[in-house]
């Protein structure tokens, strides 16, 4: 990578920013297996609990209504949902990265390389995946076909997904 990193120091530690001056999401553009390959590892670590109380559920003898009905199998979907909606919309809205992002190093930034807000993150997150589920996910694959790597929902957020590490370093 080949931006420069401008660092301001405020008073406290914990309110370290990082600028990255003449950034171009080009040079850092997620490509577009790796973000593929996030969305998995997010689709497998939200699907795990509600799998896992389903078979806990048939194991212990249940079958039928009792199995969909189970205590075990709706806490597993219950568990499911909760974290879903924590990787999906929170843990972005707060770190700019799901558990998938995390994993593969991606991160969600703006065009000029800033962190996003969390209301333009909520945005992004909810109303973007909304637009890509109701376009078949056709709005995904404008990925690969964009210069910057952006899919729909980054175009109506102004975000682009990088693979590069925006942390600050003490």
């Given at each position: 990578m080949s931006?420069?990193?401008?660092?301001?120091?405020q008073r406290s530690p914990a309110a370290r920013t990082e600028l990255v001056k003449d950034f171009h999401p080009e040079t850092v553009k997620a490509p577009f297996a790796l973000r593929c390959a996030a969305v998995l590892i997010d689709y497998i670590v939200v699907v795990t609990f509600p799998v896992l109380?389903?078979?806990?559920?048939?194991?212990?003898?249940?079958?039928?209504?009792?199995?969909?009905?189970?205590?075990?199998n709706s806490a597993g979907w219950l568990i499911g949902l909760l974290?879903?909606?924590?990787?999906?919309?929170?843990?972005?809205?707060?770190?700019?990265?799901?558990?998938?992002k995390i994993v593969t190093g991606l991160r969600i930034v703006r065009n000029n390389g800033e962190s996003v807000?969390?209301?333009?993150?909520a945005f992004r997150q909810v109303i973007g995946y909304?637009?890509?589920?109701a376009s078949?996910?056709?709005?995904?694959?404008?990925?690969?076909?964009?210069r910057k790597g952006r899919a729909l929902h980054d175009y109506l957020a102004g975000t682009v997904v990088i693979y590069a590490d925006r942390r600050t370093r003490i």
């Amino acid at each position: 990578m080949s931006q420069a990193v401008v660092r301001q120091t405020q008073r406290s530690p914990a309110a370290r920013t990082e600028l990255v001056k003449d950034f171009h999401p080009e040079t850092v553009k997620a490509p577009f297996a790796l973000r593929c390959a996030a969305v998995l590892i997010d689709y497998i670590v939200v699907v795990t609990f509600p799998v896992l109380g389903f078979l806990l559920s048939r194991s212990m003898g249940f079958d039928g209504t009792k199995l969909l009905n189970s205590e075990l199998n709706s806490a597993g979907w219950l568990i499911g949902l909760l974290l879903g909606i924590s990787n999906t919309i929170l843990l972005p809205m707060y770190s700019g990265q799901s558990i998938g992002k995390i994993v593969t190093g991606l991160r969600i930034v703006r065009n000029n390389g800033e962190s996003v807000s969390p209301g333009l993150m909520a945005f992004r997150q909810v109303i973007g995946y909304l637009l890509i589920f109701a376009s078949l996910g056709i709005g995904f694959f404008l990925s690969v076909f964009s210069r910057k790597g952006r899919a729909l929902h980054d175009y109506l957020a102004g975000t682009v997904v990088i693979y590069a590490d925006r942390r600050t370093r003490i």
